[in-house]
């Protein structure tokens, strides 16, 4: 097997690695540790995610993967693969449009019309045009094909009326991708549609929920009466199951794609290193290291299949359900390093986020405690677990 990167690959990794060296300062190599601010709508995280987003958009740095004729850099699987571990490596804070770049952009580009792309997806790049997305209802999300959000046809518009929940960011959206019921007669899956809402409309009431790291990430949407016009539908009206797939390979590929589980079990290295115990420290007890190589192990298999489920992109196959495996490993491998590293911390693990004699700027309990979210987030473990079982290893339905 060979794992070398092509030379083009690499000259690749070079340039970038130069633009984030001569552009991102080192206090700002913060990547996910600042995920608290950032989520934190009262906080100034917002508009320094935002202008960062800003600068890696002037830089070219935004939607690599994308044709350039949509603004992006036509980048290869490969490319891609080495700009998210550049991205990784070098501790880089998130873009604020990332549903829009991960989710939207792909969706609309592979299912849009030229004028839906035309019209939006430079906005996405640019982050002048910020998304959401609402799937998940209070009846439907693991099923989320049970939605009962109702759009009816009237003239040129749909109208919509229902209620989303969990949608992240959508006290910051201008858009939504929406997925809505158009046909309460045909059978769940065959009567969804898939529709762009301006989140500035007449109807639009957005309720922020809070979550147990108090980040005001996500929120309640209601839809009373929103006139959607009829253009703004991706694929055709009661098709929009596919659509919705679509945008959740992405996620769940992405969910995965865009980290290394490898600077985290280094951080948890450092982090052992420093916490005392028995009169030296964490890692001089052999039990400790040996956890923490088995983190490592776990690390590198993740790095590996993904550079397995590369090599079947680079054959030309589309992602499959295969992308489940790495977003299940990633988020409960992400959930026993932050669970471990609170055990190493003792009593300190307590001490809230940025507060006095908190470890790491607090960084761990806010990691542990967010870490259960992306274990529900893009689909949970269990159904994770359903689709391996059922569509990569072709076993029986339980
Ligand atoms: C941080 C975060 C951000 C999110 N952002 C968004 C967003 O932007 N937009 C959006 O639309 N949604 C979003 N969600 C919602 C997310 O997609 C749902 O929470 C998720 O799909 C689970 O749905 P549910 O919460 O309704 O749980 P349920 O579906 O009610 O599940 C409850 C429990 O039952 C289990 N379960 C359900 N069905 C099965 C089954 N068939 N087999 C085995 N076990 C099963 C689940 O695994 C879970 O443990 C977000 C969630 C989180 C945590």
């Known amino acids: 097997m060979d794992f070398k990167y092509s030379e083009e690959a690499e000259a690749f990794r070079r340039e970038f690695r130069a633009w984030l060296d001569a552009n991102l300062p080192d206090s700002a190599r913060n990547g996910d540790n600042m995920q608290g601010e950032f989520m934190r709508a009262e906080s100034s995280g917002w508009e320094f995610h935002r202008e960062w987003h800003r600068k890696m958009y002037e830089g070219g740095w935004v939607g690599v993967s994308w044709p350039k004729e949509y603004g992006g850099r036509g980048a290869s699987l490969e490319q891609q693969v080495v700009y ?10 998130s873009l604020v449009n990332g549903l829009g770049i991960m989710l939207v952009g792909p969706t609309l580009i592979h299912w849009g019309t030229e004028e839906q792309k035309k019209r939006y997806v430079p906005k996405i790049l640019s982050a002048e045009e910020i998304w959401c997305q609402g799937y998940s209802e209070p009846g439907a999300g ?17 109208i919509v ?5 969990w949608t992240s960011g959508a006290h910051h959206a201008d858009w939504c991708i929406l997925l809505v019921r158009t046909d309460p007669e045909a059978p769940k899956h065959k009567g969804i549609s898939y529709i762009l809402v301006d989140m500035h409309s007449p109807g639009v009431t957005v309720r922020p929920l809070v979550q147990i790291t108090g980040d005001r990430g996500f929120n309640e949407v209601f839809f009373e009466d929103v006139k959607v016009p009829k253009k703004n539908i991706i694929g055709e009206k009661n098709k929009g199951w596919q659509v919705a797939v679509t945008t959740l390979m992405f996620e769940r590929s992405g969910i995965s794609a865009g980290r290394d589980m490898m600077n985290l079990v280094n951080d948890l ?15 001089d007890d052999s039990s400790v290291r040996q956890r923490i190589g088995g983190f490592a192990c776990d690390a590198m298999a993740l790095r590996y299949s993904n550079l397995r489920q590369l090599t079947r992109r ?15 490993w990633t988020s409960e491998l992400n959930l026993r390093i932050t669970k471990f590293a609170t055990e190493l911390l003792g009593p300190y693990s307590q001490i809230e986020y940025e507060a006095q004699y908190a470890f790491d700027r607090g960084k761990w309990l806010y990691k542990a405690l967010a ?25 029986p339905k339980g």
């Open 84 to 93: 998210n571990e550049e991205m990784a490596r070098s501790n880089a804070p």
């Open 142 to 158: 693991s099923d989320v094909a049970s939605l009962q959000t109702r759009a009816v046809e009237e003239g040129d518009y749909f």
């Open 161 to 165: 009326n229902g209620q989303k929940v």
């Open 269 to 283: 290295a450092e982090l052992a290193k420093q916490v005392r115990r028995n009169g030296g420290n964490a890692w």
């Open 314 to 328: 680079l054959k030309g196959l589309p992602p499959g359900p295969e992308g489940s495996v790495g977003k299940l």
């Open 371 to 395: 870490a259960r979210a992306l274990t529900i987030a893009g689909g949970t473990s269990e159904i994770q677990h359903n689709i391996i079982g059922e569509r990569v290893l072709g076993l």
